[in-house]
């Protein structure tokens, strides 16, 4: 019997790496007849060294990634995957990538884009994507290639 996944998730965040996780993710959950769950974390962190933080960037960051979203699902939907939902959550992408949203949702793929980093910020800061890979309880998929499997020009030197 063939492995069906019922609920996938993309991070997603606006980045070109992101976009290529999502192409796919849309043809895998039409595939699987899943459901298409777009996940998007505010990082906070960013906002902890403004120290006149009063809570507008972080609406401003909200708005800006309920538009993203809003682009993603009707994209999705124009694509023929019905079932799309999103979420945006607000800490460290990390942890809840790996682990919260994937517990509170049911989520049995996640699929996220190779990060853009190179070898020295991976050493210091760590991508999403590796602590994903390593802390995830269900299967994951990193993308790096497009709808062709080839690895897009603006990639190739990263």
Not at 67 to 72: A, I, W
Not at 73 to 80: F, R, S, Y
Request: aromatic share 6%.
């Amino acid at each position: 019997m063939l492995q069906n996944y019922r609920k996938i998730m993309v991070a997603v965040d606006g980045s070109a790496e992101a976009e290529l996780a999502f192409q796919k993710a849309m043809n895998v959950a039409m595939r699987n007849d899943a459901e298409l769950l777009l996940a998007h974390v505010i990082d906070t962190r960013a906002f902890q060294s403004v120290s006149s933080f009063d809570g507008v960037l972080a609406e401003q960051a909200t708005e800006m990634a309920k538009q993203t979203l809003e682009g993603y699902k009707k994209q999705a939907k124009e694509h023929g995957c019905e079932k799309v939902s999103s979420i945006i959550e607000y800490g460290s992408p990390k942890p809840w990538i790996a682990k919260q949203i994937p517990e509170d949702q049911g989520v049995d793929l996640i699929m996220l884009g190779a990060t853009g980093l190179n070898a020295v910020e991976r050493l210091f800061i760590g991508s999403v994507s590796e602590y994903v890979i390593r802390h995830a309880a269900c299967d994951v998929l990193v993308v790096r290639t497009d709808l062709e499997n080839k690895v897009p020009v603006d990639q190739e030197d990263k």
